[in-house]
Each structure stands twice: as C-alpha cells, then as structure tokens.
Nanobody, 123 residues
Framework: QVQLVESGGGLVQAGGSLRLSCAASGRTFSSYVMGWFRQAPGKEREFVATISWNGGITYYADSVKGRFTISRDNAKNTVYLQMNSLKTEDTAVYSC????????????????WGQGTQVTVSS
C-alpha cells in the first residue's frame, strides 16, 4: 500500500514557476514508477509526466515538454514536478500517481493516487 500526498500548488501569474511535491509513504517507493496527471474543470484527466523507478527514464506530454521537469528523490520518498513558464491553460488540479510496473501515460494503469493540489495560472 502506498499513500501519496501532494503539495506546492497555488496561484501564480503566467510566465511564473511552481514546484509540486508528492510525498509517499511506504518502504517500497523506489520500486514504483511515478506519474503526474492533471484535470481542468470540465475536462478529462490528462497525462503530464512520468519517471522510472531510478529516475533514468522520463516522458512528458507535448504540451509541457521543455517547460516542466519531473524528478524524484528515493531517499526522501518524494517525486517533484518543476513547472516553469506557466500558461493559463496549465490551470488544473495536479495529482501524482504510483505504478508497480513500467512507465505509462495511461492513468488507469496506475495503482495509487494522491488527492491532488490546485494550480491556478492567472493572465
């Protein structure tokens, strides 16, 4: 069982930056693939980024590539999402997820989810 708690969301102006954190419980964090997803009002949840168990492999949605960076610190049981050059269309609830398997962009293939943190980008 893995419990995930996100933090770091908030209100930021367009062009600004935020860093989201996702703290995980459990001693097997380093064995999980971790992902970030987001859901805007009235829209379906969408993939943002994923990182392999050792941080060696990352994938990003085209919409955030070059602006967002996913990373992890297995010693701290934490995964991060550094978001730069934020746009109003990045406004959403951001959730982290854990998967006991290979990297995937498909949300239904993740086993554990956090409650989410709101990111609002103003113009």
């Amino acid at each position: 069982q893995v419990q995930l708690v996100e933090s770091g969301g908030g209100l930021v102006q367009a062009g600004g930056s935020l860093r989201l954190s996702c703290a995980a419980s459990g001693r097997t964090f380093s064995s999980y693939v971790m992902g970030w997803f987001r859901q805007a009002p009235g829209k379906e949840r969408e993939f943002v980024a994923t990182i392999s168990w050792n941080g060696g492999i990352t994938y990003y949605a085209d919409s955030v590539k070059g602006r967002f960076t996913i990373s992890r610190d297995n010693a701290k049981n934490t995964v991060y999402l550094q978001m730069n050059s934020l746009k109003t269309e990045d406004t959403a609830v951001y959730s982290c997820a854990a998967r006991a398997g290979g990297s995937t962009r498909i949300s239904s293939q993740y086993d554990y989810w956090g409650q989410g943190t709101q990111v609002t980008v103003s113009s």
